[in-house]
Nanobody
């Protein structure tokens, strides 16, 4: 069993910043790609960013230049640094990880980010 637990969400004014964290625990042999997804009210879940075990970063267009993904492999932790937030960033942010040895796709329960005008 693998658990992903997000933290760091909250209420922030437009233009502000937040750092989200996600810690993986449980029966982990390895973690390949980790990522962040978000789901705004009434919308489908969308990918925000991903990062490989080697540190290669991939971003959705809306995230480029404002959001930065990073990870600490020793801690099985992935972060999302969010800057210049706008109300459009309001969503539940979910952590995702591909966990070995069988490439199981795991999800956290999400952390809510609310950006006020």
């Amino acid at each position: 069993q693998v658990q992903l637990v997000e933290s760091g969400g909250g209420l922030v004014q437009a233009g502000g910043s937040l750092r989200l964290s996600c810690v993986a625990s449980g029966s982990i042999y390895s973690i390949n790609v980790m990522g962040w997804y978000r789901q705004a009210p009434g919308k489908q879940r969308e990918r925000v960013a991903r990062i490989s075990s080697g540190g290669t970063e991939m971003y959705a267009d809306f995230a480029k230049g404002r959001l930065t993904i990073s990870r600490n492999n020793a801690r099985d932790t992935v972060y999302l640094h969010m800057n210049s937030l706008t109300p459009e960033d309001t969503a539940v942010y979910y952590c995702n990880a591909e966990v070995g040895p069988y490439a199981k796709d795991c999800w956290g329960k999400g952390t809510l980010v609310t950006v006020s005008p």
